[in-house]
Nanobody, 117 residues
Framework: QVQLVESGGGSVQPGGSLRLSCAAS????????VRWYRQSPGKQRELVAD???????DYADSVKGRFTLSRDNAKNTASLQMNSLKPEDTAVYYC???????????WGQGTQVTVSS
């Protein structure tokens, strides 16, 4: 059974940094595209960052230059490094992995990120 566990959320002051991790088990992680989404109260879930199986990344305009998504297939993990955090980055962040060429995907449980002074 494929499982996905997120970690690394928390509270930080504006300008601070956090690193979110997404760890998969029970599957060949290298065959999955990895995406991070976030959702704030009253807002729709939005795509924040994406990394394909070749390591190519893409980011929402709102986080470009501040967030970096990487993956380590040997460790079955993906990490979202978030720098220069702003109050508007406050949200629950969700990791999603999708098996390439299929519609099969799994969501993590979500981790809260709060940016506040």
């Amino acid at each position: 059974q494929v499982q996905l566990v997120e970690s690394g959320g928390g509270s930080v002051q504006p300008g601070g940094s956090l690193r979110l991790s997404c760890a998969a088990s029970g599957t060949r992680f290298s065959n999955y595209r990895v995406r991070w989404y976030r959702q704030s109260p009253g807002k729709q879930r939005e795509l924040v960052a994406d990394i394909d199986t070749d390591g190519m990344t893409d980011y929402a305009d709102s986080v470009k230059g501040r967030f970096t998504l990487s993956r380590d297939n040997a460790k079955n993990t993906a990490s979202l490094q978030m720098n220069s955090l702003k109050p508007e980055d406050t949200a629950v962040y969700y990791c999603n992995i999708r098996l390439v060429l299929t519609h099969y995907g799994i969501w993590g449980q979500g981790t809260q990120v709060t940016v506040s002074s």
